[in-house]
């Protein structure tokens, strides 16, 4: 196994504005549940000291989860508030052969990104590729 793809510093990988913003026109996010104040893209955002896991989500939301071991629980978590009519956009890493991708994100709709993003202020472009999953509240 390649394992530099999954090595970082952080999991957390701040999301380029620019993406954000594209993605903002179109969807007009209410609420960042993975944020930092530093890096919040809402101005209803939830930190790590808030658990966004444990919050009631509601309205249009953009999720960059913590890319580590839990992100699985944050793309579940993205899942279950759509079944409650809250629309949910994830910025993810392409990662297709996970659980997470099979459970959850095949019941979105997946868009995978050309090339590699460069995250926050970063010098090099991640090393990995990523991807968009929307679920649409109230789903079947």
């Not at 510093?9 to 380029?16: G, H, I, L, R, S």
Request: hydrophobic share 40%; aromatic share 14%; glycine share 6%.
């Amino acid at each position: 196994m390649n394992t530099v793809h999954f090595l970082s510093q952080t999991p957390e990988w701040e999301t380029p504005q620019y993406l954000f913003d594209q993605l903002n026109i179109v969807y007009h996010f209410t609420l960042d549940p993975c944020a930092t104040v530093q890096n919040a893209k809402c101005a209803h955002f939830f930190t790590k000291e808030h658990n966004g896991l444990l919050q009631m989500w509601d309205g249009v939301a953009f999720m960059n989860p913590p890319y580590g071991r839990e992100i699985g629980k944050w793309v579940r978590k993205a899942y279950e508030a759509s079944l409650e009519g809250v629309t949910v956009v994830c910025l993810l890493p392409a990662r297709t052969v996970t659980r997470w991708f099979h459970d959850y994100c095949l019941k979105g709709k997946i868009t995978f990104l050309r090339g590699r993003l460069k995250f926050g202020t970063a010098r090099n472009s991640a090393p990995f590729p990523s991807m968009l999953v929307e679920f649409t509240g109230r789903q079947s």
